[in-house]
Structures are given as structure tokens and as C-alpha cells.
């Protein structure tokens, strides 16, 4: 039975299939943009802003969309970084990295068109130093910080990841 009442939606959406998504990267003063996400875990869960692509959109439109609804803000999309696989069923998404291009804006939370307005999941937008991501709870965070301990280490990362849980 679902621990909350959204679970149930999100697995009706996103359940028992692949999903192709992409994410990106977008560091502002050595600080990266970050999206709280309430109803992915027991807690929050803090991800760099992304998506899934829709049909017929290229990966790079995807990516500036959804910056766009998340967190209000203008990026171009830079080159592909790095790929994560994440399955946990009845969840399993593929994700593709960017660079995300900071043009113009301040954090804003967004919202996400596939939930109706009392089901949004988005409950925070901001700009986070390396610590801070760091110190959230491994559990409430994305996968592919185990694979970084600094934002160097971050920045650099290449090839494929799988966050398996």
C-alpha cells in the first residue's frame, strides 16, 4: 500500500517501464541549482533540475524546458556529461547529463504540467553550495553524489552510472 497518497500517482505515471529523462548541471558561483521534490522518498529528495523528454523533442529542448517549468530559469544546454541508470521497481529512468548553460533568471519553484495543481511536487528551488548538498542525508539526495565528493569531482565525471538502489 503507498505511503502517501501521491505514491500511487507516481507509479501510475512512471511505473513498469523505462523512462528517458534529462538533467543538468547549472553551477552559479561555484554553487549548484538544486529542486526539492516531495513524494519520491519518505523525506524530501534534492536533484539537479530535469526530465522526461517528450516525443519527438531533442534531448537538448527537453533539458531547457524543464529548467524552464522547475526553476524559472533561461539555460542553454552544453554538452553531454554523463548517464545514470536508476531502478528500483516499479521505477526505472535512464538519465542523461548536461551542462546546463546559465542565460537568465533567479530560482523560482516551478511546477510539473503532468500533476494538477494540489498534486505539485516541487516544494524548493535554490542554488547550493557542495557542503550543503553533502550534508543531506544520502537518502534524500540524488545517486550520483556518492560518485563525487567535490565539485571537482563532480564536474569531471564521465560515462555511465548505476544508482541501483
Known sequence: MPSNPNESEIIQKY??????????????????????????????????????????????????????????????????????EFIKPPLHAVELFFEALYEAGEPVVGSDPENTSSNQIITDVAYLDYDAILKIPASERHGIFRFAKTPLELRKLTGFYRLSA
Do not use: Y
Open 15 to 84: 511505473g513498469n517501464r523505462a523512462r528517458l529523462r534529462v538533467c543538468g548541471l547549472c553551477w552559479r558561483n561555484d554553487r549548484l541549482l538544486m529542486v526539492n521534490h516531495k513524494f519520491l522518498t519518505s523525506g524530501d529528495f534534492w536533484a539537479p533540475p530535469g526530465g522526461g523528454i517528450e516525443f519527438c523533442q531533442t534531448a537538448q529542448e527537453a533539458l531547457t524546458r524543464e529548467f524552464r517549468e522547475e526553476t524559472g530559469i533561461t539555460i542553454k544546454a552544453g554538452s553531454l556529461l554523463f548517464t545514470c
